[in-house]
């Protein structure tokens, strides 16, 4: 009778495992419809609704699926916990997140990620790592948290990589633009920019920093020389907002930075600092536009520039010719040596510091007490400080003379009047002569070839 009963009591036993797993899957189905788990194995804990799953983990609902090594799911709030060899992929747009651990809740369709996280973007040509990510995946945004990485492989550009660092970043997988923020900085190659916010557009290469931005540009490999150290051959520029596009200009091959608001630039080489309201510069061939107000000061110099705009520029094969042009009611000021020259089109060379100023330039000597007029002028950095070139006029309060070139010599403080026989008139008297010097301080003249009357 025994032997008779056991068959039946193992197909009972049989019967009732089949049961309780068809009820667990009933459960499943039931709790979320629109989810499909599965694994190696599961076991179900009736009293707390908790599935847990071990061995190749799988969770798919419309937005996502995400596999691990072991998956729990909590039947009641429909979260479900993954650890080991974590991967989320979105299939909207096929993007994934790969790490140690992470958190799913079904309902709202937001994963908390830690452990480690990658992104990775569609095209894989963006990499996001950082300590913590959060993603929602009723939208195209991640969100990592925490000594955030970014890096871009720009294939389209000779693989050019863009990395991206910050405390926070917000990446939008449809527009491909992330947001940096909290000690925000992009590096490219030798290059640095920074910013309280910093976007970048990887599908257009483009950055933009916004709340004073700074960009470091590497000019030369060279090292420039202090009195203290070596320092790094950098252009700086400062703004209250900087866009750096890497497809810029006509040719759409320009890589262009574009700076708004209180835009200063440093160039060590040159040792000058550009200042306006808006610029635009062409990084790699150096050529830079300032307006809105712009100057150019070279300190070492003491001299300060502006005009109605400027331009900045490098010519010749190694660029070894520099220019820089003020444009319209143009004034230069060389404190130490109290001159000022003033005119509509002016040409510095930042490296000799040799000026040439045209269109009805005006130079004043000594504070202004001495007014110079001619076609052209030039402005040295030696002894022979300032030439003015073409039908020359020298006025001041007890002179006034008329010359074809005339030339001011700052050291010992004296004007040479020369060409087409030169006059000066002081007082009642007047001199003329092959050549004429005129002592500023001492009002001295020297005359060589001389008629006309030499007053005491």
Known sequence: ??????????????????LSFLIASSLFTQSQSQSRRSADKFTYDNKGKIFQYTGNSKLEDPSAII????????RETEVATFSGNVKLLSKTNDSTISAGYASYDGKSRYAYVRNNPILRSPTNNVTIRSAFMERDFNTPLA??????????????????QTDGYADQLIYNMDTQVSELRGNARLHQGNDRIEGEVLEYNSQK?????????????LQTNNYVETNERQISNYNIVTA?????????????????????????????????????????????NEH??????????????????????????????????KDIIFHNDVVLVDYDEKLSLEGELLHLDPDTK???????????????SIKIISVTMQMFNDDEKLRANGDVSVESKDMSSKSAWATYFDKRKYLRLWGETPSLKQGESTVRGREIKYYIETE?????????????
């Open 444 to 456: 001295r003249i020297e005359a060589y070839g001389v008629s006309g009357e030499i007053p005491d």
């Open 240 to 284: 209250d907002r900087i866009f750096l596009d890497d497809y810029g200009g006509e040719d759409k091959q320009t890589r262009i930075l574009y700076a708004y608001g209180n835009v200063e630039a440093y160039f060590y080489e040159e040792n000058m600092i550009l200042k306006g309201g808006y610029v635009e510069y062409e990084v790699d």
């Open 143 to 160: 969100k990592a948290m925490s000594n955030v990485h970014l890096i871009h492989i720009d294939r389209e550009n000779d693989n050019k």
């Open 67 to 74: 596999t691990s090594h072991t998956m729990t799911f909590y």
């Open 354 to 368: 040799i000026a040439t100023i045209s269109g009805d330039p005006h130079a004043y000597l000594e504070d202004r």
């Open 1 to 18: 009778m025994e032997k008779k009963i056991m068959p039946k009591i193992r197909k009972i036993k049989i019967y009732i495992f089949a």
């Open 288 to 321: 830079m536009y300032l307006y809105q107000e712009p100057s150019v000061r070279i300190p070492d110099r003491g001299i300060i520039a502006f005009g109605e705009w400027i331009e900045y520029k490098k010519e010749g094969d190694s660029n070894q010719f």
């Open 205 to 217: 290469s483009q950055a933009n920093a916004m709340g004073r931005g700074k960009i470091y540009i």
